[in-house]
C-alpha cells in the first residue's frame, strides 16, 4: 500500500535534487479531491451540443473537468457524424475524453451501433481513458439533416456527466431566494383578489337570477312551473310553423334556385317532365315562371335549332315550345350540345337563355367523357362524384373469305351493356375499348373476333361488353353475336335477339347491370357474295352483303372482291331506353365473296368499341 501526502517543501540532496518534488499527476490527484468531475455551470452553453447544418453538430466554447484535468475551448468546435443507414437507427455520443495515452482532453464522435431501437454507446473508464457524455444525438434511418429534437443534453445527467462543484459553497442563492419570496407574496395577493372579486360577482348574479323565479316558487309551486312550459312550448310550436311556412315558400318561389329537370326527349325538340318548375300566376296557357333556372341533360347530340318544353308530372300544366338560345340571343349552332351534358338555362318569359354567353359549346356542364379509339386508357373521378354511368359497346367481329366457290360468313356485331358503378375521388379505373375484328383473306390469314370493351379497377372486370365472332371462310353460319361478358361464338346459323336484362348476369363488388343486349349474329354465304355483318339486338346496322369488283386492265379481267363494310350495330329500341340515351354496337365485317377466276378474297374488318361514361 502507497501513502501519499503533502504539499511540503522539499530539500535538496548532494546532486541538487529536492526531495518532495511532485509532477502533473500528483497535482490532478490533489486538485480532484476537491473539485468534482463535469462541465462548468457558467454559462449555460458551457460546452452544449447544438444541430449544424447537414450530419454536422457543433460543440460550443467552455470549460470542462475530468480527474484533476481541465479542457478549456475558446471557440465552436464542428463535428461531423457518419451517414444514416437505410433502414436501421442509432445513437452516437458526442464526450469529453481523457487520454492518458496522448495526455490531452479530446472531444470526439463515440458512433453508436444500428438497431431498430438502438442505445447510446457505454462509456469508458479505466487506466487508459476516462468519458464524460456531453450529448447523445438520434440518428433515424434515411435521415440526411441533424435537428436539436434528435440531440438529447446530457450535461446535467451526473451518472454520465454532471456540473463541477466543490467542497465550498460556490453558488450565493440568497439574490434568487429573495426575488423568489417577492414574486410569491405578489402573485398570491393578486390571486386572492380575484378570487374575492369572482365570488361577489357570482353571488350578486344569483341574487338577480333568484329574484326572477321568486314568485314561481311562492304558492302552488307545480301548476306556477306547468304554466310556463306549457307557454315555452306555444312559442316553439308557432315559431317551427312560422320557419316551416317560410322555407317552403322560398322553396316554391325563390328564383335563385336552379332546379334539376332530367334528361331531353330529342335532340332538338326538348320535353322534360318535373314538379321542380315554378309557373306563372292565372296565365293561359301555363308558362314557367320569368328569370326561373333550370338544368337539364341532353339524350343526344343537337342537330339544329333547340326549343324546349316543360310540364308537370300530372300533365295539368304543360307549356308552349320556347327557343332555347345563346345568351347573346343567338341560335344554337348543331353538335355544340354533347350527348349527356347538362346545360343550364334561365326563362325570359319568352325564350330559354343559356347561362352565360357565347355558342352554347361554353354553357355546356362538363359531365361525360367518351373513348371511341381502340386501346387502353385510365379514368379518375373528379372531386365530389360517388357515382358514374357507364355504356359500353363490343367491337364487331370480321367478314370471312371465300373458300372455293362460297362466300365468307358475316361477322357478328358487338354487344352493348349499361351500368352504374359506385365511385370514389382519385380511383383508378382502366377502361378498354375493343378493336374491329379484322377480315379474313384467302391464303392469308382467318378473320379475326371483335375487341370486348369494358371497365377495371385493381384488375377485377366490373363490366364488359363483348365483341362479334369471326366470320369463317365459305361456311353456312356467320359469326356469333357479342354477349354481356364474353365475345361471340362462330358458325352461328340464325340470327338472334339481344339477351334480355333479367338474364344477364350479376356484376361483381359496386357495379348494377342496367341493360344488356347481345350483338347480331352474321349472315351465312349466300351464293357467290358474302353475308353482311351482324347487327346487335332487334334493329338494324349489320354490314352490307360483298361485292362483285371487275376491273378491265388491257385486255385482262382481273376480280378483286372484297366483302361489304360492317355496319354500326344498334342496341334495343334503337339505342333509346327510358331516359338514357345509347348507340349500337361495332358492327361485323361482311363476308368475302367468291371467284374462281381470282384467288383473293377479303372480308371487311368489323366496327370498333366506344365505351362512354357520364356522372
Given at each position: 500500500?502507497?501513502?501519499?501526502?503533502?504539499?511540503f517543501?522539499?530539500?535538496r540532496?548532494?546532486?541538487?535534487?529536492?526531495d518532495r518534488?511532485?509532477?502533473?499527476?500528483w497535482?490532478?490527484?490533489?486538485?480532484s479531491?476537491?473539485?468534482?468531475?463535469?462541465?462548468f455551470?457558467?454559462?449555460?452553453?458551457?460546452?452544449?451540443?447544438?444541430?449544424n447544418?447537414?450530419?454536422?453538430?457543433?460543440?460550443?466554447?467552455?470549460?470542462?473537468?475530468i480527474?484533476?484535468y481541465?479542457?478549456y475551448?475558446?471557440?465552436d468546435?464542428?463535428?461531423?457524424?457518419?451517414?444514416?443507414?437505410?433502414?436501421?437507427?442509432?445513437?452516437?455520443?458526442?464526450?469529453?475524453r481523457?487520454n492518458?495515452?496522448?495526455r490531452?482532453?479530446?472531444?470526439?464522435?463515440?458512433k453508436?451501433?444500428f438497431?431498430?431501437?438502438p442505445?447510446?454507446?457505454?462509456?469508458?473508464?479505466?487506466?487508459d481513458?476516462?468519458?464524460?457524455?456531453?450529448?447523445?444525438?438520434?440518428i433515424?434511418?434515411g435521415?440526411?439533416?441533424i435537428?436539436?429534437a434528435?440531440?438529447?443534453?446530457?450535461?446535467?445527467?451526473?451518472?454520465?456527466?454532471?456540473i463541477?462543484?466543490?467542497t465550498?459553497?460556490?453558488?450565493?442563492?440568497?439574490?434568487i431566494?429573495?426575488?423568489?419570496?417577492?414574486?410569491?407574496?405578489?402573485?398570491t395577493?393578486?390571486?386572492?383578489?380575484?378570487?374575492?372579486?369572482?365570488?361577489?360577482?357570482?353571488?350578486?348574479e344569483?341574487?338577480?337570477?333568484?329574484?326572477?323565479?321568486?314568485?314561481?316558487?311562492?304558492?302552488?309551486?307545480?301548476?306556477?312551473?306547468?304554466a310556463?312550459?306549457?307557454?315555452?312550448?306555444?312559442?316553439?310550436?308557432?315559431?317551427?310553423?312560422?320557419?316551416?311556412t317560410?322555407?317552403?315558400?322560398?322553396?316554391?318561389?325563390?328564383?335563385?334556385?336552379?332546379?334539376?329537370?332530367?334528361?331531353?326527349?330529342?335532340?332538338?325538340?326538348?320535353?322534360?317532365?318535373?314538379?321542380?318548375i315554378?309557373w306563372?300566376?292565372?296565365?293561359?296557357?301555363?308558362?314557367?315562371?320569368?328569370?326561373?333556372?333550370y338544368?337539364?341533360?341532353?339524350?343526344?347530340?343537337?342537330?339544329?335549332?333547340?326549343?324546349?318544353?316543360v310540364?308537370?308530372?300530372?300533365g295539368?300544366?304543360v307549356?308552349?315550345?320556347?327557343?332555347?338560345?345563346?345568351?347573346?340571343?343567338?341560335?344554337i349552332?348543331?353538335?355544340?350540345?354533347?350527348?349527356?351534358?347538362?346545360?343550364?338555362v334561365s326563362f325570359?318569359?319568352?325564350?330559354?337563355?343559356?347561362?352565360?354567353?357565347?355558342?352554347?359549346?361554353?354553357?355546356?356542364?362538363?359531365?361525360?367523357?367518351?373513348?371511341?379509339t381502340?386501346?387502353?386508357y385510365?379514368?379518375?373521378?373528379?372531386?365530389?362524384?360517388s357515382r358514374?354511368?357507364?355504356?359500353?359497346?363490343?367491337?364487331?367481329?370480321g367478314?370471312?373469305a371465300?373458300?372455293?366457290?362460297n362466300?365468307?360468313?358475316?361477322?357478328?356485331?358487338?354487344?352493348?351493356?349499361?351500368?352504374?358503378?359506385?365511385?370514389?375521388p382519385g380511383?383508378?379505373f382502366?377502361v378498354?375499348?375493343?378493336?374491329?375484328g379484322?377480315?379474313?383473306q384467302?391464303?392469308?390469314?382467318?378473320a379475326?373476333?371483335?375487341?370486348?370493351?369494358?371497365?377495371?379497377?385493381?384488375?377485377?372486370?366490373?363490366l364488359?361488353?363483348?365483341?362479334?365472332?369471326?366470320?369463317q371462310?365459305?361456311?353456312?353460319?356467320?359469326?356469333?353475336?357479342?354477349?354481356?361478358?364474353?365475345?361471340?361464338?362462330?358458325?352461328i346459323?340464325?340470327?338472334?335477339?339481344?339477351?334480355?336484362?333479367f338474364?344477364?348476369p350479376?356484376?361483381?363488388?359496386k357495379?348494377v347491370?342496367?341493360?344488356?343486349y347481345?350483338g347480331?349474329d352474321?349472315?351465312?354465304?349466300?351464293?357467290q357474295?358474302?353475308?353482311?355483318?351482324?347487327s346487335?339486338?332487334?334493329?338494324?346496322?349489320g354490314?352490307?352483303?360483298?361485292?362483285?369488283?371487275?376491273?378491265?386492265?388491257?385486255?385482262?379481267?382481273?376480280?378483286y372482291?372484297?366483302?361489304g363494310?360492317?355496319?354500326?350495330?344498334?342496341?334495343y329500341n334503337?339505342?333509346?331506353?327510358?331516359?338514357i340515351?345509347?348507340?349500337?354496337?361495332?358492327g361485323?365485317?361482311g363476308?368475302?365473296?367468291?371467284?374462281?377466276?381470282?384467288?383473293?378474297?377479303?372480308g371487311?374488318?368489323?366496327?370498333?368499341?366506344?365505351?362512354?361514361i357520364?356522372?
Amino acid at each position: 500500500m502507497t501513502i501519499y501526502s503533502g504539499i511540503f517543501n522539499s530539500v535538496r540532496d548532494s546532486n541538487g535534487q529536492g526531495d518532495r518534488k511532485v509532477n502533473a499527476w500528483w497535482f490532478a490527484k490533489y486538485f480532484s479531491t476537491f473539485i468534482g468531475n463535469g462541465v462548468f455551470p457558467n454559462p449555460s452553453t458551457n460546452l452544449q451540443v447544438v444541430a449544424n447544418t447537414n450530419m454536422n453538430v457543433t460543440v460550443k466554447p467552455g470549460t470542462g473537468w475530468i480527474d484533476g484535468y481541465f479542457l478549456y475551448s475558446d471557440s465552436d468546435h464542428i463535428l461531423k457524424l457518419d451517414i444514416a443507414d437505410g433502414v436501421l437507427k442509432r445513437i452516437d455520443r458526442i464526450v469529453m475524453r481523457l487520454n492518458h495515452l496522448t495526455r490531452q482532453i479530446d472531444i470526439v464522435v463515440k458512433k453508436g451501433t444500428f438497431a431498430s431501437s438502438p442505445v447510446a454507446p457505454i462509456l469508458q473508464r479505466d487506466t487508459d481513458y476516462v468519458e464524460l457524455a456531453l450529448a447523445d444525438v438520434l440518428i433515424n434511418n434515411g435521415a440526411t439533416q441533424i435537428t436539436q429534437a434528435n440531440i438529447t443534453d446530457q450535461r446535467l445527467n451526473k451518472t454520465v456527466c454532471g456540473i463541477v462543484h466543490g467542497t465550498v459553497d460556490q453558488v450565493d442563492t440568497t439574490t434568487i431566494f429573495n426575488q423568489y419570496q417577492a414574486w410569491f407574496k405578489e402573485t398570491t395577493g393578486r390571486v386572492a383578489g380575484e378570487i374575492d372579486a369572482w365570488q361577489t360577482q357570482q353571488k350578486q348574479e344569483f341574487d338577480e337570477w333568484f329574484a326572477t323565479i321568486q314568485g314561481i316558487l311562492e304558492g302552488d309551486v307545480a301548476a306556477n312551473l306547468a304554466a310556463r312550459i306549457a307557454n315555452l312550448e306555444q312559442t316553439v310550436d308557432d315559431l317551427q310553423k312560422t320557419v316551416d311556412t317560410k322555407v317552403d315558400k322560398h322553396i316554391k318561389e325563390d328564383l335563385g334556385h336552379v332546379r334539376y329537370l332530367g334528361f331531353t326527349n330529342s335532340p332538338n325538340a326538348w320535353v322534360c317532365t318535373s314538379d321542380e318548375i315554378i309557373w306563372e300566376t292565372d296565365v293561359n296557357p301555363p308558362r314557367p315562371k320569368r328569370g326561373s333556372s333550370y338544368r337539364v341533360s341532353a339524350s343526344n347530340p343537337n342537330s339544329g335549332n333547340i326549343s324546349l318544353s316543360v310540364k308537370n308530372s300530372d300533365g295539368s300544366k304543360v307549356s308552349n315550345s320556347y327557343p332555347v338560345l345563346n345568351a347573346d340571343g343567338s341560335q344554337i349552332s348543331s353538335n355544340s350540345i354533347a350527348s349527356g351534358a347538362v346545360v343550364a338555362v334561365s326563362f325570359s318569359g319568352s325564350a330559354f337563355f343559356l347561362q352565360g354567353s357565347g355558342s352554347g359549346v361554353k354553357e355546356v356542364v362538363p359531365n361525360n367523357i367518351v373513348y371511341d379509339t381502340p386501346g387502353v386508357y385510365v379514368f379518375t373521378p373528379p372531386k365530389g362524384v360517388s357515382r358514374i354511368l357507364v355504356r359500353l359497346w363490343g367491337a364487331g367481329g370480321g367478314g370471312g373469305a371465300r373458300y372455293n366457290s362460297n362466300g365468307g360468313g358475316g361477322g357478328g356485331g358487338g354487344a352493348f351493356v349499361l351500368g352504374s358503378l359506385d365511385v370514389k375521388p382519385g380511383e383508378i379505373f382502366t377502361v378498354v375499348v375493343g378493336k374491329g375484328g379484322r377480315g379474313g383473306q384467302t391464303g392469308s390469314h382467318n378473320a379475326e373476333d371483335g375487341g370486348s370493351s369494358f371497365v377495371q379497377y385493381r384488375g377485377q372486370t366490373f363490366l364488359m361488353a363483348g365483341g362479334g365472332g369471326a366470320g369463317q371462310l365459305g361456311v353456312l353460319g356467320g359469326g356469333g353475336g357479342g354477349k354481356y361478358n364474353q365475345t361471340g361464338g362462330q358458325y352461328i346459323t340464325n340470327a338472334k335477339d339481344g339477351v334480355p336484362l333479367f338474364q344477364a348476369p350479376t356484376p361483381p363488388g359496386k357495379a348494377v347491370l342496367l341493360a344488356s343486349y347481345s350483338g347480331g349474329d352474321g349472315g351465312g354465304q349466300q351464293t357467290q357474295h358474302g353475308n353482311g355483318g351482324g347487327s346487335a339486338a332487334n334493329d338494324g346496322g349489320g354490314g352490307i352483303k360483298g361485292e362483285y369488283i371487275t376491273q378491265g386492265i388491257a385486255s385482262m379481267n382481273y376480280f378483286y372482291d372484297r366483302g361489304g363494310n360492317g355496319g354500326g350495330g344498334a342496341n334495343y329500341n334503337n339505342g333509346n331506353l327510358p331516359g338514357i340515351p345509347g348507340f349500337g354496337g361495332g358492327g361485323g365485317g361482311g363476308g368475302g365473296n367468291a371467284e374462281d377466276s381470282h384467288p383473293m378474297s377479303i372480308g371487311t374488318s368489323g366496327g370498333n368499341g366506344r365505351v362512354h361514361i357520364f356522372w
